[in-house]
T-cell receptor
Framework: GAGVSQTPSNKVTEKGKYVELRCDPISGHTALYWYRQSLGQGPEFLIYFQGTGAADDSGLPNDRFFAVRPEGSVSTLKIQRTERGDSAVYLC????????????FGNGTRLTVT | AQKITQTQPGMFVQEKEAVTLDCTYDTSDPSYGLFWYKQPSSGEMIFLIYQGSYDQQNATEGRYSLNFQKARKSANLVISASQLGDSAMYFCAMRVRTGNQFYFGTGTSLTVIP
């Protein structure tokens, strides 16, 4: 079946601009995660959705970052007033949300802020 | 607090040999799961193997096995009969029962030498 789909695969934007990153999870997966990965680092947690609600947004670095999942499927990560430090690969993952269920990752969106 | 530590930034192994990638973890939650992921240079995160904290036997999946030593809080990945396609970054991750996040280590870069 189809895996996790993320669009765009690459995004270049100027400092101060607004960006939206989209994630389409595996059908039937109730849990959706956003992670950020900088070069040479492991994925860093941003936010977790159970259904439509953000069950844990403790990883969002500041109020410029926001994410939604209005119908419990597709999710959008929104970054306002982008900064050069936001440049990273943004990974989306979904799972069945059972304790032994692994994350299934998309291919990521590489965000570059110039 | 939960933490994953991978102390080997880079490892080399001869083709067809076995290699062990180290992972130690820290949590006070008695119920948790440990996961290993492979990230080739193309960027996708591929789930390899899972070990639950109450599992009595070490997990195995094909050429991958997990050397789980609960008392030492270690969950090392063993790859047998290494292949050139095994060259990639490998990440250890943990999820505790009482939390939502998956915590990732900083990864180990494995290079298989022909």
């Amino acid at each position: 079946g189809a895996g996790v789909s993320q669009t765009p695969s690459n995004k270049v934007t100027e400092k101060g601009k607004y960006v939206e990153l989209r994630c389409d999870p595996i059908s039937g997966h109730t849990a959706l995660y956003w992670y950020r990965q900088s070069l040479g680092q492991g994925p860093e947690f941003l936010i977790y959705f159970q259904g439509t609600g953000a069950a844990d947004d403790s990883g969002l670095p500041n109020d410029r970052f926001f994410a939604v999942r209005p119908e419990g499927s597709v999710s959008t990560l929104k970054i306002q007033r982008t900064e050069r430090g936001d440049s990273a690969v943004y990974l989306c993952a979904s799972s069945r949300d059972r304790s032994n269920s692994p994350l299934h990752f998309g291919n990521g969106t590489r965000l570059t802020v110039t | 607090a939960q933490k994953i530590t991978q102390t080997q930034p880079g490892m080399f192994v001869q083709e067809k040999e076995a290699v062990t990638l180290d992972c130690t973890y820290d949590t006070s939650d008695p119920s948790y799961g440990l996961f290993w992921y492979k990230q080739p240079s193309s960027g996708e995160m591929i789930f390899l193997i899972y070990q639950g904290s109450y599992d009595q036997q070490n997990a195995t999946e094909g050429r991958y096995s997990l050397n789980f030593q609960k008392a030492r809080k270690s969950a090392n990945l063993v790859i047998s009969a290494s292949q050139l396609g095994d060259s990639a970054m490998y990440f250890c991750a943990m999820r505790v029962r009482t939390g939502n996040q998956f915590y990732f280590g900083t990864g180990t870069s494995l290079t298989v030498i022909p």
